[in-house]
Each structure stands twice: as structure tokens, then as C-alpha cells.
């Protein structure tokens, strides 16, 4: 077994806290000149998901670490001039377009080891890629239906079809509209810039490597491999010529990296505090999330209602750099409702009222009702903040 580098670093936990926090665009003052484009070049990657309670995650990230920019703005900012491209990356995610050609390892990838079973009958995937090229951005639905009549996983013949020309980087995403894929062709819709599959599996490895320490700042094996779902040899291969440096984390029981540039200066400035999606880079995955801010979460939207302990898409609270608890959203109307609020501390409340006043207003809503709260003795003060912030907007 090859043995580690010296560390060229010894952090403590809250050191390495600040780093992640700076790294993900949550302290100091945000970056207001790049807007959501900036976020997303900064964070790499915007994961997707279906579930909208306040917004789309996609929209709650940049709003996280921007406030309360317009949700249009951050569609248009997505999707406008090919500013990003939506590819499998930790998950379905929005991607900046420069970093195309650095996915053509996965592409090349998915068409040797195609993930699907599904047999496509003799000239369908043809037919998908001559439509497209006849007639511009199309859905699923206008290729011909995205689905059979049977369960809602029986895919189309033309739905599989384009998703495979997805994968193998022929067609991409577009845009997203009502929430369906818009695709294209690739040659069309790409700058040509970008439009090139020539780099080595090993180039577009270290480069995602490197990517993936900058966003994180300072991270695991685990950490760094898995905000762009690399196998854990991909990144042996590649850790060594990405640029990040070994550093020791004072707690942390693996070897950590980091990026060179977040060592370089103290982590410093005003702390956002703010309500996160599950699926927010900060804290997408969850023994990272344990190990740097001592707060377990775990979505659970596909957990049986009787066994939900804080609610369907529980959002953490962020504030002063800590992870103080979490809230179950719902919108009634123009009443943001705080189906339960979870607060770890009493000096949660404030923050709590803060934010979720601060939600109902981006999303529209003029009124914020608490429910539930636990523990219950801290409901009636959350209930006085809610109220007093709301007086004050």
C-alpha cells in the first residue's frame, strides 16, 4: 500500500468548518458581480431534484448564498446564452458548460456499460436524433411521449431513446420546462468552444478532483470522490496531480485534502443565515455534514409519514456558521407554514424567525403560521419573533 504524503497542514475542527463554510459561498460577502452564474461556477455543481415545497432545490441553492434574487432571474441565469448544461454529476445536476468536455470520461463510460436494460427497437434512436435535428429543442412529450401506459417508470420507446443520447453526450438539456427536459442536439446547442470529447479519462478526473477540493475547501477521500460520485480509485489516481494539498483535521479520523488557496488566509466575514435545501452542497451528503457541523439530517420525504421524526423536506437552519435546527415548509396561499420547526438551542429562535420570514417573502407570501415546535416550551417565543420580523419587513 502506497503511504500518505506528509501533511502540509494541521487544522482544528472549526478551522476546517470555516474553510467549508467560505468555500460554499457562506461566509463572507457574497459575490453579488457574478449573481447565480457565480454561484454555480463557484460551486460546481447545482443538484436537481423533483421535489418543490418553497422552490426547486436548484433555486434555493443560489438563494442560500444571494438572498432573495428574483426566481426567474435564477432560471435565466441557468438556461440562457448555454451558460450550463444538465448532466449525472453527484447526482442530476445544472453544470457550468466549460466543464463539458471534463464529463467525456463519464460519457464514454455510459456508452461502453450502458445503464439501462431496456431494448430499443432497430432505428429508434435514430429516429430521435433526425427529429431533433429537424425540428429544434423538443421534450419527450413532442418526440412522441414520454411514456407507455403501464407504471410510471415504463418509459417510451423515444424517452429512452433521447436519455441514452443524453448520457452519451449526443443530445443535452437544454433547459427545463414545467419541469420536462428541453433537449438538443449537442453540435447545435454547445458552444464550439467546448464541443470536444479529447481529453484522457485521467485529465478529466483530476481536473473534477480539483473542482470538487475547491467547492469543499477541505475534504476526505470520501468527501472529494463523492460531489462528483468518482469511484474511490479514480481519485487515488488522480489526488496527486489535482493540485490539493494533504492537511490533517484535528477529530477527523481519515486523511484530508485541501484546496491551496483556502489555506492561504484566515476565513473571515458575515455569516448568512438561511434555510438550506437536503440537497445543498454544504450538505448533500451525510457523514460530511456529522463530522463538520455535529448535526445529523436526513431527508425524509420517502419515509413513511408515521416514521418522519421532522417532516417531509425538513430544511436546516443555518446561522453563525452552525447548523441550529430545521423546519418543515409548506406554502398555504400566501402563508409560508412551519409545519415543524425543530430548534436545537434557544438561540436558534431568533434565527429561525429570521429566515423563515425572510423565505415567505422571496416565495411571495405574506404571513408566516407556526405549528408545531419542539421543544414545545420554545413555540410561543418563536411565535413573538415570527411576529416582530414580520412587523419589521
Same mark, same amino acid.
Given at each position: 500500500?502506497?503511504?500518505?504524503?506528509?501533511?502540509?497542514?494541521?487544522?482544528?475542527?472549526?478551522?476546517?468548518?470555516?474553510?467549508?463554510?467560505?468555500?460554499?459561498?457562506?461566509?463572507?460577502?457574497?459575490?453579488?458581480?457574478?449573481?447565480?452564474?457565480?454561484?454555480?461556477?463557484?460551486?460546481?455543481?447545482?443538484?436537481?431534484?423533483?421535489?418543490?415545497?418553497?422552490?426547486?432545490?436548484?433555486?434555493?441553492?443560489?438563494?442560500?448564498?444571494?438572498?432573495?434574487?428574483?426566481?426567474?432571474?435564477?432560471?435565466?441565469?441557468?438556461?440562457?446564452?448555454?451558460?450550463?448544461?444538465?448532466?449525472?454529476?453527484?447526482?442530476?445536476?445544472?453544470?457550468?458548460?466549460?466543464?463539458?468536455?471534463?464529463?467525456?470520461?463519464?460519457?464514454?463510460?455510459?456508452?461502453?456499460?450502458?445503464?439501462?436494460?431496456?431494448?430499443?427497437?432497430?432505428?429508434?434512436?435514430?429516429?430521435?436524433?433526425?427529429?431533433?435535428?429537424?425540428?429544434?429543442?423538443?421534450?419527450?412529450?413532442?418526440?412522441?411521449?414520454?411514456?407507455?401506459?403501464?407504471?410510471?417508470?415504463?418509459?417510451?420507446?423515444?424517452?429512452?431513446?433521447?436519455?441514452?443520447?443524453?448520457?452519451?453526450?449526443?443530445?443535452?438539456?437544454?433547459?427545463?420546462?414545467?419541469?420536462?427536459?428541453?433537449?438538443?442536439?449537442?453540435?447545435?446547442?454547445?458552444?464550439?468552444?467546448?464541443? &470536444?470529447?479529447? %481529453? +484522457?479519462?485521467?485529465?478529466? #478526473? !483530476?481536473?473534477?478532483?480539483?473542482?470538487?477540493? =475547491? *467547492?469543499? /475547501?477541505?475534504?476526505?477521500?470520501?468527501?472529494?470522490?463523492?460531489?462528483?460520485?468518482?469511484?474511490?480509485?479514480?481519485?487515488?489516481?488522480?489526488?496527486?496531480?489535482?493540485?490539493?494539498?494533504?492537511?490533517?483535521?484535528?477529530?477527523?479520523?481519515?486523511?484530508?485534502?485541501?484546496?491551496?488557496?483556502?489555506?492561504?488566509?484566515?476565513?473571515?466575514?458575515?455569516?448568512?443565515?438561511?434555510?438550506?435545501?437536503?440537497?445543498?452542497?454544504?450538505?448533500?451528503?451525510?457523514?460530511?455534514?456529522?463530522?463538520?457541523?455535529?448535526?445529523?439530517?436526513?431527508?425524509?420525504?420517502?419515509?413513511?409519514?408515521?416514521?418522519?421524526?421532522?417532516?417531509?423536506?425538513?430544511?436546516?437552519?443555518?446561522?453563525?456558521?452552525?447548523?441550529?435546527?430545521?423546519?418543515?415548509?409548506?406554502?398555504?396561499?400566501?402563508?409560508?407554514?412551519?409545519? &415543524?420547526?425543530? %430548534? +436545537?438551542?434557544?438561540?436558534? #429562535? !431568533?434565527?429561525?424567525?429570521?429566515?423563515?420570514? =425572510? *423565505?415567505? /417573502?422571496?416565495?411571495?407570501?405574506?404571513?408566516?403560521?407556526?405549528?408545531?415546535?419542539?421543544?414545545?416550551?420554545?413555540?410561543?417565543?418563536?411565535?413573538?419573533?415570527?411576529?416582530?420580523?414580520?412587523?419589521?419587513?
Amino acid at each position: 500500500m502506497t503511504s500518505l504524503p506528509q501533511p502540509v497542514a494541521d487544522l482544528s475542527a472549526d478551522e476546517a468548518r470555516r474553510i467549508a463554510l467560505r468555500a460554499q459561498g457562506l461566509l463572507g460577502a457574497p459575490d453579488r458581480r457574478g449573481g447565480v452564474r457565480g454561484v454555480l461556477r463557484h460551486l460546481g455543481a447545482v443538484q436537481l431534484d423533483t421535489i418543490s415545497v418553497l422552490a426547486r432545490s436548484h433555486e434555493l441553492v443560489p438563494y442560500a448564498r444571494l438572498g432573495a434574487v428574483g426566481r426567474r432571474t435564477v432560471e435565466d441565469a441557468y438556461w440562457t446564452d448555454t451558460h450550463a448544461f444538465e448532466y449525472w454529476s453527484h447526482a442530476a445536476c445544472i453544470l457550468p458548460v466549460e466543464e463539458w468536455p471534463h464529463f467525456a470520461f463519464r460519457r464514454r463510460a455510459y456508452r461502453a456499460r450502458p445503464h439501462w436494460n431496456h431494448d430499443l427497437p432497430s432505428g429508434a434512436y435514430e429516429q430521435v436524433i433526425k427529429q431533433l435535428r429537424a425540428e429544434g429543442p423538443l421534450t419527450a412529450t413532442e418526440l412522441g411521449g414520454a411514456k407507455n401506459k403501464g407504471e410510471w417508470w415504463d418509459w417510451s420507446e423515444s424517452k429512452i431513446a433521447v436519455e441514452r443520447a443524453l448520457m452519451y453526450g449526443e443530445v443535452v438539456c437544454t433547459e427545463r420546462r414545467s419541469w420536462k427536459r428541453v433537449y438538443d442536439l449537442a453540435e447545435r446547442a454547445l458552444p464550439d468552444a467546448v464541443l &470536444h470529447d479529447d %481529453l +484522457d479519462d485521467a485529465e478529466c #478526473v !483530476r481536473r473534477l478532483v480539483r473542482l470538487a477540493g =475547491e *467547492a469543499l /475547501g477541505v475534504g476526505t477521500r470520501a468527501d472529494i470522490a463523492d460531489y462528483h460520485r468518482l469511484k474511490g480509485e479514480e481519485f487515488d489516481a488522480a489526488v496527486e496531480g489535482s493540485g490539493l494539498v494533504p492537511v490533517r483535521v484535528a477529530g477527523w479520523s481519515k486523511p484530508a485534502w485541501a484546496d491551496p488557496a483556502a489555506l492561504a488566509d484566515e476565513p473571515r466575514g458575515r455569516h448568512r443565515t438561511t434555510l438550506l435545501s437536503p440537497f445543498d452542497s454544504l450538505i448533500w451528503e451525510r457523514a460530511r455534514t456529522e463530522r463538520i457541523f455535529g448535526f445529523t439530517h436526513r431527508l425524509e420525504a420517502y419515509v413513511p409519514k408515521p416514521k418522519r421524526q421532522y417532516g417531509y423536506f425538513a430544511m436546516p437552519l443555518l446561522s453563525g456558521g452552525r447548523l441550529l435546527g430545521r423546519v418543515d415548509p409548506a406554502r398555504e396561499g400566501t402563508t409560508l407554514v412551519a409545519r &415543524h420547526a425543530s %430548534l +436545537d438551542t434557544p438561540k436558534a #429562535v !431568533r434565527p429561525m424567525a429570521q429566515a423563515l420570514v =425572510e *423565505a415567505a /417573502g422571496w416565495v411571495g407570501c405574506t404571513d408566516v403560521r407556526v405549528e408545531r415546535v419542539g421543544p414545545e416550551d420554545l413555540r410561543e417565543p418563536l411565535v413573538r419573533e415570527v411576529a416582530a420580523a414580520l412587523r419589521a419587513t
